[in-house]
């Protein structure tokens, strides 16, 4: 079965088209009291949705139709369109109603559905993303599938009335040759996660490294060109190469990557955060919706940046996203983080709320603060809206030297005259109806969010954004955690729900490490070991050793459509992949307790991801940093208290770049140490200041900051006179 036998041309063959009776009362609407706002928001389209489960299976088999799937997010921008626009067209409704069982959902609160038919429709079509539209047999296999589709015929892109008939029709008089189809796509699935003998040549950190050099755009920064998506764990591949290697070249990939992203429109210059893509190379106009998991992943990146290569606009952003998070994606009465915010304010919209015409500008500013703004922010150039060219989204176009020299004023006059006018900006923006948050608390995206909050409080002394990160996590641990369980993927007024994934698990430990790193509280420490050790035990591939995405002993949720069919997350996609979040979890477990038994949890892991994604390229840059780890000495600092310019020595630790550092305060108790040897020459000097070791070697106490640095950057190595063991 081709595509083009599904969509033809506009004039191609005439479609056999079925009668269709508009629906005159409205169906049941089961998605009403879901715990998904998305998927509340299409309990008022006269589509009768079914929820993802066993009674939407049953009606299909029932009536031998087949399932029509729609998948989606409260923060993707074509999904409602789709909604607003196919999925509330009458005919639509009235085909969908009487020809298909539809069932609706929501890809962050089911990832393990979105990711089984995410890869069946790209293997049928070679396409994937959101919306996602899947054609299913009542078994829950996939025949044929698409993305977004226009009510009629649009644009090049078939119209959904003339698809719903086409399909309707194949399932009536081509049904085996459709069944055979999804079955072909079943085993060819299957096929893929079958290990592939280690391919000849060098390891996957040199691999890595050599993909990121070839795609790197060297005048925008970043890799590849449009549509362009961050990479935060390519910058911190290139921030360890760097250190590793001596070669300042990776360093500076990272900065430019950075540097533009942080000036670009791609972050919101009014009301920090990130969006979520740039549409463009040059990363001018984003796709407007903010998401926490490429929050929680960026401020990371940012925080690495700050520590190694000292921009002290990298710490502007950490703290302005930071501050984002808490005042947008913070419960406004109870802890924890919600999963996004909307691109759209509207139906119809597109990204009003963060941009700007020039007449609206005019009618705020005066005529010196517009000048300054139109120069500050690019008013009229690359940042106009491709759909609306009188829109403009704000990027840095130029730097406040060259505005003062431009404007003919002093910089402290040209900062105070921007200052005025970003606050009338932002007063107005304020005025405007604001895109909708969506409020849903993932176990993943929290301890992603939770532990980069951590560690940038600690860094920039943000003592509220500390104080919420360990809310968020104590919830979940109050709330959806159980040691023989897990954590639930998700938290809502009526309980946790759905338990068994990978991806909960691992990100959650990694976060309780990061808070543990950030407070030496052991119940984060201890905690983050049942869970990786309940990751080994229920989640290991048979295979090779790899993580599966959930557990078939821990997994409670419907167990239909393909549930069972077998899937490892291997790249990252950008975000850091499950897998490689187990191998660096492990890691810096092994670096805070010092238990150098723990390589063994690791080591297989990593070996396993080399084999399996040496050609990967940028899609395996976390396994890749993983792997670069693995090879690397923890290095620790302790320090002492009260040591005389202490705190100048704790904050000289934090902010200096090492890529497997520790930084802890002395006494070390519980679960925190040193390795046994190393140990006994720290204790000796405790009140003396710093304590820098290296596996089972550390150097003399360290007392002047600058030394500090110096040692850990590694400008000094320390001599063999130095050391003690």
């Given at each position: 079965m081709t595509r083009e036998s599904l969509f033809p041309s506009a004039g191609g063959s005439e479609t056999v088209r079925s009668p269709v009776t508009p629906s005159s009362t409205p169906p049941a609407h089961r998605l009403a009291r879901s715990p998904s706002a998305y998927l509340r928001s299409a309990s008022e389209q006269e589509i009768g949705w079914y929820p993802w489960g066993e009674e939407a299976f049953r009606a299909a088999k029932e009536t031998g139709r087949p399932i029509l799937l729609d998948i989606g997010a409260a923060w993707c921008h074509w999904c409602h369109v789709m909604?607003?626009?196919?999925?509330?067209?009458?005919?639509?409704?009235?085909?969908?109603?009487?020809?298909?069982?539809?069932?609706?959902?929501?890809?962050?609160?089911?990832?393990?559905?979105?990711?089984?038919?995410?890869?069946?429709?790209?293997?049928?079509?070679g396409q994937g993303g959101w919306p996602l539209t899947a054609f299913l047999t009542p078994q829950g296999e996939v025949f044929l599938g698409g993305t977004y589709f226009p009510p009629e015929d649009q644009g090049g892109r078939p119209g959904f009335r003339r698809v719903l008939r086409e399909v309707a029709r194949l399932w009536r008089e081509e049904r085996d040759a459709l069944k055979g189809q999804a079955k072909a796509v079943q085993e060819g699935l299957k096929g893929l996660s079958t290990p592939r003998p280690a391919p000849a040549g060098d390891g996957l950190v040199p691999r890595v490294a050599q993909a990121l050099q070839e795609h790197f755009d060297p005048t925008h920064g970043g890799f590849g060109g449009a549509p362009k998506f961050p990479h935060p764990m390519a910058v911190s591949f290139q921030l360890y190469l760097a250190h590793q290697t001596g070669d300042r070249a990776p360093a500076e990939m990272a900065r430019l990557a950075l540097t533009r992203m942080a000036d670009g429109g791609l972050y919101d210059q009014l009301g920090d955060g990130f969006h979520r893509y740039s549409v463009d190379e040059g990363w001018h106009v984003p796709h407007f919706e903010k998401m926490a998991i490429d929050n929680g992943h960026l401020l990371g990146a940012y925080r690495e940046g700050f520590e190694a290569l000292g921009e002290i606009r990298f710490?502007?952003?950490?703290?302005?996203?930071?501050?984002?998070?808490?005042?947008?994606?913070?419960?406004?009465?109870?802890?924890?983080?919600?999963?996004?915010?909307?691109?759209?304010?509207?139906?119809?919209?597109?990204?009003?709320?963060?941009?700007?015409?020039?007449?609206?500008?005019?009618?705020?500013?005066?005529?010196?603060?517009?000048?300054?703004?139109?120069?500050?922010?690019?008013?009229?150039?690359?940042?106009?809206?491709?759909?609306?060219?009188?829109?403009?989204?704000?990027?840095?176009?130029?730097p406040l030297p060259e505005l003062a020299e431009t404007l003919g004023r002093k910089p402290e006059e040209v900062r105070d005259l921007l200052s005025r006018a970003e606050e009338k900006m932002r007063k107005a923006r304020e005025a405007r109806p604001t895109p909708a948050v969506?409020?849903?608390?993932?176990?993943?995206?929290?301890?992603?969010?939770?532990?980069?909050?951590?560690?940038?409080?600690?860094?920039?002394?943000?003592?509220?954004?500390?104080?919420?990160?360990?809310?968020?996590?104590?919830?979940?641990?109050?709330?959806?955690?159980?040691?023989?369980?897990?954590?639930?993927?998700?938290?809502?007024?009526?309980?946790?729900?759905?338990?068994?994934?990978?991806?909960?698990?691992?990100?959650?430990?990694?976060?309780?490490l990061k808070l543990a790193e950030a407070t030496q509280e052991t119940r984060y420490l201890d905690t983050a070991r049942t869970l990786l050790e309940l990751v080994t035990e229920a989640y290991s591939s048979p295979e090779d050793g790899l993580l599966q995405d959930l557990a078939p002993s821990l997994y409670d949720g419907p167990?239909?459509?393909?549930?069972?069919?077998?899937?490892?997350?291997l790249e990252d996609t950008p975000h850091l992949s499950p897998n490689a979040a187990a191998a660096l979890a492990w890691e810096h477990l092994e670096a805070l307790t010092s238990e150098a038994t723990l390589r063994d949890r690791y080591l297989p892991l990593v070996s396993a991801l080399g084999r399996r994604l040496a050609h990967h390229g940028l899609f395996?840059?976390?396994?890749?940093?993983?792997?670069?780890?693995?090879?690397?000495?923890?290095?620790?600092?302790?320090?002492?208290?009260?040591?005389?310019?202490?705190?100048?020595?704790?904050?000289?630790?934090?902010?200096?770049?090492?890529?497997?550092k520790v930084v802890l305060r002395a006494p070390l108790k519980g679960s925190f140490a040193l390795p046994s040897e190393a140990s006994i020459g720290a204790d000796a000097r405790e009140g003396t200041g710093a304590i820098v070791c290296t596996g089972t070697s550390c150097l003399p106490p360290i007392l002047e900051a600058r030394r500090l640095e110096e040692v850990l950057r590694g400008r000094l190595e320390p001599s063999s006179r130095d050391r003690t063991v």
């Open positions: 909604d607003e626009g196919t999925y509330s067209d009458a005919e639509v409704s009235a085909l969908v109603n009487q020809l298909f069982v539809p069932v609706k959902v929501d890809r962050d609160e089911n990832p393990e559905v979105d990711r089984r038919y995410q890869l069946q429709v790209n293997a049928l079509t710490r502007e952003v950490m703290a302005g996203t930071a501050q984002w998070v808490l005042a947008v994606l913070g419960q406004p009465h109870r802890a924890g983080f919600g999963a996004s915010q909307d691109a759209d304010n509207a139906p119809g919209d597109d990204g009003s709320y963060f941009t700007w015409s020039r007449a609206e500008l005019k009618s705020l500013l005066t005529s010196e603060e517009l000048k300054a703004i139109t120069w500050r922010y690019g008013i009229g150039s690359e940042g106009r809206m491709p759909h609306d060219p009188e829109r403009n989204v704000l990027y840095r176009f130029l969506d409020p849903a608390l993932y176990a993943s995206l929290n301890g992603i969010m939770a532990g980069n909050l951590a560690l940038v409080a600690r860094l920039t002394g943000q003592k509220r954004v500390l104080d919420r990160a360990r809310a968020a996590v104590d919830r979940f641990l109050d709330e959806a955690y159980e040691p023989a369980r897990g954590v639930a993927h998700q938290l809502t007024p009526d309980g946790p729900r759905i338990w068994g994934l990978l991806e909960d698990q691992v990100s959650f430990a990694g976060g309780l167990k239909v459509g393909n549930w069972e069919l077998p899937n490892v997350p395996a840059a976390g396994s890749a940093l993983a792997a670069g780890l693995a090879q690397t000495e923890p290095l620790h600092v302790v320090i002492h208290d009260p040591p005389e310019g202490g705190s100048s020595l704790l904050g000289t630790a934090l902010a200096t770049y090492h890529p497997r």
